[in-house]
């Protein structure tokens, strides 16, 4: 059945607050899909964001970022008041995240002394038990040694010695309390999202990295999963190798899996993360999914990824293990990169769909399969991701051929832009899901990239404004989506040219 959807990050959001927020902007916008006839919104990873601001480098894979909280619905819940929110000058178009790590805290605060305990709390205490306290501990231990990462603190509380626990759980108990309270606001108010996107006939696609951050706190908890050596540093760290994109490879500086102890376990931990994650999302995209079959390891010592090996991952056996004591799950798996014949044949044994992208087929001139008519059915396709320019700058920066190349292609006259034809070739494309970031619905060039891999800046503080929601646009996807057969009142209707 062929559907398709939006990508937009709960960040990129409008709202008065300094970024988006599970607030009333992201209620409009499900109606907004709603009336487009879309069936998906996509969403980057909502963890806690770490130095760099990447929501792929977070402090945790089972908590959601405490800035997504909605501060007006702690207004109307009377747990702050309108004078409580003091703030840096808001710029509607950007996101200051320095702003933000003064600002918001300061006002949660506020909130979590007038919380009252409730039971809706305590059950969500009992739910969550598994990872909710050594988060809250880790996140309190690191504002009070100034944010240093855990590798830093003393060795006591570094190595987690029972001492240790039991006297910063003494000392720093109202803090850690704050912090559970904060995700349980945060949790409370996503599912509370979730629920009426899904009532809405919108399901999310959520984002999970493959790799967890070294300064987070399942690697401060469980380091017998990683790579590490006795005194918890990283022996490797996860990226990949030179390519035409970069002389130097990505040196990501993740901590890699020591897959043969995760084996010895029944990979109890990834179950575990999958589990929650396939609470949180209605499908979930694995980013770097070929790191499942092969991943590149890279000695912790250096400074570029140029002298790495590639290691056999775990193949299907993570995940004919994960679906004989999970069921089966909705998957994307993001297999952008090194795709081997043995990446072909993990993802023919899981049955997930892969991902295409249009920018990458226009490339491909001369290979009719690879071009979006030739897309397989079981794929998501996308005209590129957050990883990539927007498609009115990717046009832009091509080479001549290659311009000629995608004009010819997409039948782009001179009434119509680029982007457009690069977003009808995807509607139209066999995949069963397509996916159009709304930056190329609202036809932006640089202004609208979200991140530029192995740079360091303007990343991740891509936001839109209310009157980018307009009906014209609303109207102008919902033509296309019918027109292309993803609207899923009218899958099974026949168009014939009168």
Not at 137 to 165: H, T
Not at 433 to 461: C, H, V
Request: proline letters at 4%; glycine letters at 6%; hydrophobic letters at 35%.
């Amino acid at each position: 059945m062929r559907s398709s959807g939006i990508l937009l990050h709960i960040s990129s959001l409008p709202g008065p607050y300094g970024i988006g927020t599970f607030g009333e902007a992201a209620y409009q916008f499900i109606d907004f899909l709603k009336k487009s006839k879309q069936s998906y919104w996509q969403i980057l990873p909502l963890g806690p964001t770490s130095y760099g601001d990447s929501p792929y480098q977070t402090f945790s894979g089972n908590a959601l970022n405490h800035y997504f909280i909605d501060l007006d619905r702690l207004i109307q819940e009377k747990l702050l008041t309108k004078k409580d929110i003091v703030m840096h000058k808001v710029n509607p178009k950007d996101i200051h995240y320095g702003a933000l790590y003064e600002d918001r805290l300061p006002i949660l605060k506020k909130a979590f002394l007038r919380f009252e305990k409730n039971k809706a709390y305590t059950r969500f205490l009992n739910q969550h038990a598994a990872w909710l306290h050594d988060y809250a501990l880790f996140m309190s231990l690191k504002r009070f040694f100034d944010g240093a990462p855990f590798n830093q603190w003393p060795e006591d509380i570094k190595m987690r010695y029972d001492f240790a626990l039991t006297y910063y759980n003494d000392k720093l108990n109202e803090d850690i309390e704050f912090h559970k309270f904060l995700q349980f606001k945060a949790y409370q108010q996503w599912f509370l999202l979730k629920n009426y996107a899904n009532k809405k006939g919108i399901q999310i696609i959520g984002d999970i990295p493959i790799y967890l951050a070294y300064d987070s706190s399942e690697v401060w908890t469980q380091p017998q999963v990683f790579q590490l050596n006795h005194e918890k540093e990283m022996t490797h760290v996860a990226g990949v190798p030179p390519d035409g994109f970069s002389e130097d490879g990505q040196l990501w500086g993740n901590p890699l899996y020591d897959w043969g102890y995760l084996k010895h376990t029944n990979y109890d931990f990834w179950v575990a993360r999958m589990s929650s994650q396939s609470n949180l999302y209605d499908m979930i995209r694995i980013d770097h999914f070929i790191g499942f079959e092969h991943y590149y390891s890279i000695p912790a010592h250096e400074k570029t990824a140029r002298h790495g090996v590639w290691l056999d991952g775990p193949g299907y056996d993570l995940f004919q293990t994960i679906e004989s004591r999970l069921g089966k799950l909705n998957i994307i798996a993001e297999d952008l990169g090194r795709v081997t014949t043995r990446v072909v044949e993990l993802l023919k044994n899981t049955g997930f769909p892969g991902m295409k992208l249009t920018q990458f087929a226009l490339y491909d001139e001369g290979n009719n399969a690879a071009l979006p008519h030739g897309f397989p059915v079981n794929t998501v396709a996308y005209t590129g991701t957050h990883d990539n320019e927007t498609t009115k700058s990717w046009f832009k920066h091509l080479n001549v051929k290659t311009k000629t190349h995608v004009l010819r292609y997409t039948n782009t006259g001179s009434r119509e832009s680029v982007t457009y034809g690069l977003i009808k070739e995807t509607l139209k494309c066999p995949s069963k899901i397509a996916i159009i970031p709304f930056q190329d619905y609202l036809e932006l060039g640089d202004a609208g990239r979200m991140n530029e891999p192995s740079t360091i800046g303007k990343n991740w503080r891509f936001r839109t404004v209310h009157r980018d929601f307009t009906i014209q646009l609303q109207r102008k996807i919902a033509m296309l989506t019918k027109l292309y057969g993803r609207h899923k009142e009218q899958r099974d209707e026949i168009y014939i040219e009168s």
